[in-house]
């Protein structure tokens, strides 16, 4: 009863999360505009408080032994705001299924345009074996409920082709202190700053990125390298694979993520 | 008549800028407790929202050609709030000198209990010669109305020694994309980042960084490598020098900060 009485009143807008932010002078990059990395933290914390206030939360599913993990990112601007504009961050869930869920954000200026939109899809593991959970026996109607067809006007995310060893890595980082989340795994923020670091500032003075797209396949940990490949060969369409590599002699490389860049 | 009333009603409070904050999911280590790095980000945000508020803000001096340039930094915390934390940091000037300024920070719990303090140096240059600007004669009274003796009972930055060439350098950073702040230098919160990744995991794991100094030297740019050198002589105290080297052959390198860091 009180259940379909909550059904009832439950608006559109109680579905979606919203945040309030300001571009920082520290969130910007040399041409004065937040960068994505930054933005990926803002939709990823936007979606956390999202998850929390609606009884899905990883706090609530820590305590359960459940984890949200991010399978893939990809985040569409038609221009990225300036140092000290008030924006937006919005978020919802458009769908669930067995194994995973999308979930999509939008960027608003304060006069309601949209800077741009971003789409994600999590999945579900049980930390204990690392094994995916069965999220419609899970939740169910816990999450229908909140679903909103809310427009995302961005396409989905592209296959992303595995890379073929290329004879030279673009770059190697060892993962270092900064790079490693509570989970002591590289953060997938971390991530999307590496892969932007490939670029020369000569490529981000005369273009911008339109459009990011990360698939994260494999966790790296401290001690590992990120050995990072680029396919320059539909510039200005770059596709990279990072792989890491453990420092143990003889390691084979294992893809931790793959993204796809495009320039404009 | 209207500068005096404005004297008049001044209190305490319009003094000291006051920012709510909360410790976000990728804003913590794998310890779980929010980094050096981001709360030094916090910290010149809010300093820069307290001068702009008050008329001596970056955006009003760059129209004038002159610019705020962090000289040292000097953050010593009791403890690092955990991820989900609300948290408050204040910021007040505590005095201004010819060519320099003294500005405080505290960072509260929501009971008020401080988790620690700030200090920081703050000279003007002149963007056309990049030479200091005299502070007393630009603003005298304009800055000395915010003074406030508010507490901020951490030691003043001390003296870091140059260190001598050390044969092997801790690590060499290229300076890349996401170094690159706006004025086309590293920004000053990649070198915090950058020290604080030349310790191992190890340590991070049994000790916690509990005083965090920066002196800022000279500028490095875009194509420089940023060569860090580590005296290790004292023990869980650490004296950090990074060098920049222009990739000009036979540059030489120049110190770009000097850092010190106390573990306990």
């Known amino acids: 009863m009180c259940q379909i009485?909550?059904?009832?009143?439950?608006?559109?807008?109680?579905?979606?999360?919203?945040?309030?932010l300001v571009v920082e002078p520290f969130h910007v990059d040399f041409t004065g505009r937040l960068t994505y990395g930054i933005l990926g933290n803002h939709l990823l914390n936007v979606a956390g408080v999202h998850a929390a206030r609606r009884g899905f939360g990883m706090g609530l599913l820590h305590s359960r032994h459940y984890a949200w993990v991010l399978s893939r990112l990809t985040i569409e601007m038609e221009e990225m705001p300036r140092e000290g504009i008030p924006f937006t961050v919005q978020t919802w869930v458009e769908d669930v299924y067995r194994l995973?869920?999308?979930?999509?954000?939008?960027?608003?200026?304060?006069?309601?345009?949209?800077?741009?939109?971003?789409?994600?899809?999590?999945?579900?593991?049980?930390?204990?074996?690392?094994?995916?959970?069965?999220?419609?026996?899970?939740?169910?109607?816990?999450?229908?409920?909140?679903?909103?067809?809310?427009?995302?006007?961005?396409?989905?995310?592209?296959?992303?082709?595995?890379?073929?060893?290329?004879?030279?890595?673009?770059?190697?980082?060892?993962?270092?202190?900064?790079?490693?989340?509570?989970?002591?795994?590289?953060?997938?923020?971390?991530?999307?700053?590496?892969?932007?670091?490939?670029?020369?500032?000569e490529r981000y003075a005369r273009q911008r990125v339109k459009r990011f797209e990360i698939a994260y396949v494999a966790e790296a940990r401290y001690g590992d390298?990120?050995?990072?490949?680029?396919?320059?060969?539909?510039?200005?369409?770059?596709?990279?694979?990072?792989?890491?590599?453990?420092?143990?002699?003889?390691?084979?490389?294992?893809?931790?993520?793959r993204a796809k860049i495009f320039f404009e």
């Open 225 to 257: 390298e990120l050995v990072c490949y680029v396919d320059a060969s539909e510039d200005p369409v770059f596709t990279v694979e990072v792989r890491s590599r453990s420092a143990q002699p003889g390691a084979e490389e294992a893809t931790a993520c």
């Open 5 to 20: 009485l909550d059904k009832i009143i439950m608006t559109e807008i109680s579905k979606i999360e919203a945040q309030q």
């Open 100 to 201: 995973f869920t999308n979930r999509n954000f939008s960027v608003l200026g304060a006069d309601g345009h949209a800077y741009g939109y971003a789409r994600s899809i999590w999945a579900m593991i049980d930390i204990d074996n690392r094994k995916p959970v069965d999220l419609t026996a899970l939740y169910g109607d816990d999450i229908a409920r909140y679903f909103t067809q809310q427009p995302c006007p961005i396409p989905k995310p592209s296959h992303i082709k595995p890379l073929e060893a290329a004879a030279t890595p673009a770059a190697t980082f060892p993962v270092r202190y900064g790079d490693i989340d509570i989970n002591e795994h590289v953060n997938s923020i971390r991530y999307i700053e590496h892969i932007l670091d490939l670029f020369p500032l």
